[in-house]
């Protein structure tokens, strides 16, 4: 696993657009290598800004986007197009808007689709689509993601893998059923941090001064069951991109000047 980065910027609206433009140039980059490219979504504040930020500018065109596979790291179990869910705020803030292929558009079940309420049969659905993308050269039950956006909780959380929780501990499934979750809504389904692991690069988004504990946490060497955003490392990169408060108990090995 890489060992974490951190970028600072001035303010969160900064933040959105300085990592919507690196998103492009890592997207142009790698489909110039390999044909094509898969990202992780993310819902949250943060997330959905860098959406809208990439909606926003021209080049968002450099992308291919009919050759980009999109998955999300977690979904709200909620009916199709309810406003809550990751999948309804991402199409809206980008995906209605550039020219991706349906079917490189994987989301996660809705509460009211094919699964019914039925959270668990819903997560293996999507463990299975995931091994069903995985290549051989892969060596896992995962595609190899190039980059997987998260967001950190003020406790600490990503994906929907709570400290404590579950879905912490898990080991062997990548995708789970999260229930009971302290935050709403209640029931979701997530990629499991191992599954997260599987992604070349790890790129953790978060802003504001609530999030500085947790923040100075994760980089201080905080285990993954206390603290699991400290968990989530990406194969050749993990790089956190925060706001100054965000930043503002980083340890000194880890300031760097403001981007």
């Not at 980065?5 to 390999?34: C, E, F, G, K, S």
């Not at 995985?134 to 190899?144: C, I, S």
């Not at 600490?156 to 501990?169: E, I, K, R, W």
């Not at 599954?195 to 994760?218: D, F, I, Y």
Request: aromatic share 6%; with cysteine.
């Amino acid at each position: 696993m890489s060992s974490p980065q951190v970028v600072v910027y001035p303010n969160p609206a900064l933040l959105a657009a300085a990592t919507a433009a690196r998103l492009i140039t890592r997207l142009v980059d790698v489909q110039a290598a390999t044909g094509s490219a898969s990202l992780v979504l993310t819902g949250g504040g943060t997330g959905i800004s860098v959406l809208e930020q990439l909606r926003a500018t021209p080049a968002r065109d450099a992308v291919d986007w009919s050759k980009v596979d999109l998955y999300w790291g977690d979904e709200r179990f909620l009916p199709a197009g309810h406003p809550d869910r990751n999948e309804t705020q991402a199409r809206a803030a980008l995906l209605d808007h550039v020219p991706v292929s349906p079917d490189r558009v994987h989301a996660m079940a809705p509460s009211d689709g094919e699964f019914g309420d039925d959270p668990e049969a819903a997560a293996a659905a999507y463990a299975e689509l995931l091994a069903n993308a995985a290549e051989p050269e892969d060596h896992g039950p995962v595609p190899k993601f190039d980059i997987c956006l998260l967001g950190v909780g003020e406790e600490g959380h990503t994906l929907s893998v709570f400290p404590g929780s579950p879905a912490v501990y898990e080991k062997e499934r990548t995708v789970v059923a999260v229930r009971n979750c302290p935050k709403p809504p209640p029931t979701r389904i997530s990629l499991t941090l191992a599954a997260a692991r599987r992604s070349t690069e790890v790129w953790l988004m978060t802003t504001g001064e609530n999030k500085a504990p947790a923040v100075a946490m994760a980089l201080s060497g905080a285990g993954e069951v206390q603290l699991p955003a400290a968990g989530a490392r990406g194969t050749h990169r993990t790089l956190w991109l925060l706001d100054k408060p965000a930043a503002a108990k980083v340890p000194n090995v880890f300031t760097p000047p403001l981007a």
